[in-house]
Structure formats: structure tokens, C-alpha cells
């Protein structure tokens, strides 16, 4: 906000009235002067002039006169009085005011106003490059306005409220991680504002709102991030596929005890005598084949299975 003295012209209303009223007011001065002239005889031609003249020229110095000590503050602003080019600490509220034909007024913008920034850059505590967008709402103390102007110029973003918001977002984001800092973005803009409320209280500068809209980073985290998602997504496919190996792994072992608890069963209740044994399981097998055989023969046969062995059994007869 760069203020520079200006003249603020009467509204084109008030203008008009106040100069029918200064007509007015010399229409009855000049009847006031005719009058009299007409009731003693005196009325010449070069007085009747005149008194027709004098009432112009006193509407045209009236007039004048008013421009030079009449001034109107617009709304949301604030009037700074000027002496000889000096500030001073007097103020004109928004309205019609009224001051001496030698001040000055240079008027301020005391309404909440924006300053808006990008890419203000910083690194966070990965070493990442962190481009800030960020606006600041705030507003000058209508009785702080002449030292606005005094100190700053009136240059008041430029001089102390953007070099604060750099200095506290440079040392506020180091203390995150590139994620982090996405995550906490609401958190960083309050500490921000919270830290410029200090600073700026004392300047006449009330802060209304700090607000981060957004936080980009260099080609490299991108280029980092998209890696690492890459990675991710094949991490856990790999831990689907383990998973999976796991789980088929115990099924056989599972299986495999369960044969093994039923082998166990099979030779337990078995007789030690390997004869009685064997007529046992060749009893077994029968039973299996009238229930389980369809009546074809195999076409082939192991030399050690049962059903060899019964043929050389019966051949030998």
C-alpha cells in the first residue's frame, strides 16, 4: 500500500448546494443593499452596478474560501492534517471536515486490506524446497495513520509486514519434513500470524488473518515422491505374494501332519506280527476293491504292489 498525498474533490451534490446557498445568501445581500436606495432615492446607475456586482463576487470569494477549509474523507479511509508538508497528529474521520486553508491532508486506507505473495521459498528439515502462497488480511489503526506515514511512508506491506511474514515462514518451516509441512499448513499459518501480531501491535498495524493457500516443492521432491510411491505400491505386492506363499506353505504342512497323524493311526492299530500284518492289509484291500473297483483291470502293475503279488501268489500254484 504505497499512500500518496491527494485532494479529495466535494461530492458533486454538496458542491451544488453549498454554492446555491452562497447564492442565495448574496441575493438577500443584494436586495438588503437595494432597498435602502430605493426608499431614500439614491439609486444611481453606477451603484445599482454596483450592488449587482458585489454579490458575484462575493459568492465567487465565499466559494473559494469554502474549497480551501472544506475536505471529505471517503469511507474506510482516514485523513492525515499536514502542516507545511509536515505530518501531523491530527485526523479526519470519513465525512465532511473542516481545516485551515494552509493544511494539507494526504488521505489512508484504514479498511481490512490483502497482501498476497507466491512462491515465497524456504527449506524444510529434509533439505527440500518449500514455495509458499500465502495472504495476509490486516488493516491500520485509524489513530496510528500519521506514524504509518511517518515511518513508513505509507509503504507499509513493502517496509515491515512482508519482510516479517518472510522472516517467520523461513524459520517456522525448517522445523518440518516436506510431508509434514503439507499436513501441518494450517498450523504454520497461525503460528505466522501469531508471531506478527507481535510485531506489528505496536506499529498500528492490526493483523486479521494469515492464510497459507498453498505449498509446492522443487522437480526433484516430485521427481522423489513419485519414486517412492512407485516403490510402495511394488512393497505391497511383494507382502501380498508373501502372504500368499505363507499361507499355502502351512496348508501343506497341514496336510502333511494330517497324513503323517493318520499314518501313525494305521500302524498303531496294525499287529506286531508282520504276517498277521500283511493278511490285515491284503483283508483291507479287498474290502477297498468291492466297494471302490469298477471291474477293469489296470493296465499296468508295480512289481511290488498287492495285486502282483497275489498273482505270483496263485500262479506258483
Given at each position: 500500500?504505497r499512500?500518496?498525498?491527494?485532494a479529495?474533490p ?18 438577500l445581500?443584494?436586495a ?29 470569494v465565499?466559494g ?16 492525515v ?11 479526519l ?12 491532508v494526504?488521505v ?17 528439515s ?11 488480511n ?16 505509507g509503504?507499509?506491506?513493502q ?10 515462514l523461513?524459520?517456522i ?29 505496536d506499529?498500528?498495524?492490526d493483523?486479521?488473518g494469515?492464510?497459507?493457500t498453498n ?9 522423489a515422491?513419485?519414486?517412492l ?9 511383494e ?25 501313525k493311526?494305521i500302524?498303531?492299530s ?13 483283508l483291507?484291500?479287498v474290502?477297498?476293491?468291492e466297494?471302490?473297483w469298477?471291474?477293469?483291470m489296470?493296465q ?7 495285486l502282483?503279488?497275489?498273482?505270483t501268489g496263485?500262479?506258483?500254484?
Open positions: 500500500m499512500v500518496k498525498p491527494r479529495v466535494l461530492q458533486k451534490g454538496r458542491f451544488v448546494f453549498l454554492m446555491g446557498t452562497l447564492i442565495f445568501v448574496a441575493a445581500i443584494a438588503g443593499a437595494l432597498v435602502p436606495m430605493a426608499f431614500t432615492g439614491a439609486v444611481t446607475a453606477r451603484r445599482l452596478q454596483i450592488a449587482r456586482l458585489g454579490p458575484a463576487a462575493l459568492v465567487l465565499l473559494f474560501g469554502l474549497e480551501s477549509v472544506l475536505f471529505e474523507v471517503p469511507g474506510s479511509e482516514t485523513g492534517v499536514t502542516l507545511f508538508g509536515q505530518y501531523t497528529q491530527r485526523t474521520g470519513p465525512g465532511l471536515n473542516v481545516k485551515l486553508p494552509w493544511e494539507g494526504v489512508v486506507n484504514t479498511s481490512v486490506q490483502a497482501l498476497k505473495q507466491e512462491k515465497s521459498d524456504a527449506f524444510t529434509d533439505k527440500q524446497h518449500a514455495y509458499t502462497d500465502y495472504t495476509v490486516f488493516a491500520i489503526r485509524p489513530s496510528a495513520a500519521p506514524d504509518v506515514l511517518r515511518n513508513y511512508q509503504d507499509i506491506e517496509r515491515i509486514i512482508e519482510p516479517r511474514v518472510e522472516f517467520w523461513k524459520d518451516e525448517p522445523k518440518y519434513s516436506a510431508t509434514d509441512l503439507i499436513n501441518n499448513r494450517v498450523g504454520v499459518a497461525q503460528a505466522v500470524q501469531k508471531h506478527l501480531e507481535d510485531d506489528l501491535r506499529r498500528g498495524v493483523v486479521v494469515v492464510y497459507i505449498i509446492s516443492f522443487g522437480d526433484a521432491y516430485q521427481h515422491s513419485e519414486a510411491a512407485a516403490a510402495q505400491q511394488d512393497l505391497q505386492h507382502r501380498i505374494e508373501l502372504q500368499i506363499r505363507q499361507v499355502k506353505a502351512q496348508q501343506v504342512v497341514a496336510d502333511a501332519q494330517g497324513q503323517a497323524s493318520a499314518n493311526l500302524r498303531d496294525l499287529p506286531q506280527n508282520p504276517q498277521e500284518a500283511d493278511a490285515i492289509v491284503r483291507r484291500l474290502n477297498l476293491l466297494t471302490k469298477n471291474g477293469t489296470p499296468s502293475l508295480g512289481g511290488g504292489s498287492l502282483s503279488v497275489g498273482e496263485s500262479s506258483g500254484k
